[in-house]
């Protein structure tokens, strides 16, 4: 499977904002943002005076999203597609179909500190949905589904404390959260304002629709 290489930090300088894509790390001094708040690359301390033009608005927004949830374009643009053959407002149900990917689930229920830490979880099976284990990250979870997390006790104790760790992050109200018998009870599908993230997806879909 495709994936992307490289420090996580710096696509976070890339973008100018944290994308929280190291977990816990994102909120200490040690956060790259904090320590260097421009851009990488041997020009990354000059500052850009030209105004950036209405493509580079949109192209940047469609990498903020891909970053954040860790997809690839191939696979982004699927979801673009899915999103525009689907009922509803086509920027919201694409945000809402990276929202119900099995591994952001993990992630948003604070049993993993990071989108890339919670894919491995999934990929090393350690996830079962209603009953029946997944090790695909981008599964579809759908209301009323039901997410367990298993393994041996000294796996299932890290995430436990995991959870205490990330407490303080919230879960976000589309979900039931069980910490100790390791739980998730999907209530209803998410919508953009369980998101929490200042993303303008009208900007995607102005991009993909030239």
């Not at 929280?20 to 850009?48: M, W």
């Not at 990276?98 to 990071?114: H, P």
């Not at 209530?187 to 009208?202: C, F, H, Q, S, T």
Request: charged share 35%.
């Amino acid at each position: 499977m495709a994936r992307k290489i490289g420090s996580a930090c710096r696509l976070c300088r890339s973008e100018g904002e944290k994308l929280f894509l190291k977990g816990v790390r994102c909120n200490t001094d040690r956060c790259a943002i904090a320590r260097r708040e421009y851009s990488p690359g041997q020009h990354g301390i000059t500052k850009r005076r030209k105004k950036p033009s209405n493509y580079a608005l949109q192209l940047r927004m469609k990498q903020k999203v891909k970053r954040i949830y860790g997809v690839l374009e191939k696979q982004f643009k699927l979801y673009f597609i899915k999103a525009d053959r689907s009922k509803g407002v086509t920027g919201e149900v694409l945000l809402q179909l990276l929202e119900r990917r099995l591994d952001n689930l993990v992630y948003r229920a604070c049993f993993a500190e990071s989108r890339a830490r919670a894919r491995q979880l999934v990929r090393h099976r350690f996830v079962k949905v209603n009953g029946r284990k997944v090790d695909i990250p981008s599964y579809l979870i759908k209301a009323g589904d039901t997410i367990e997390l298993t393994g041996k006790e000294q796996q299932e104790k890290a995430i436990k404390e995991t959870f205490k760790t990330l407490e303080d992050r919230g879960v976000p109200e589309w979900l039931v959260v069980e910490s100790e018998a390791l739980s998730i009870k999907v209530e209803r599908l998410p919508v953009k304002a369980d998101i929490g993230m200042d993303i303008e997806e009208n900007l995607i879909v102005e991009l993909y629709s030239k």
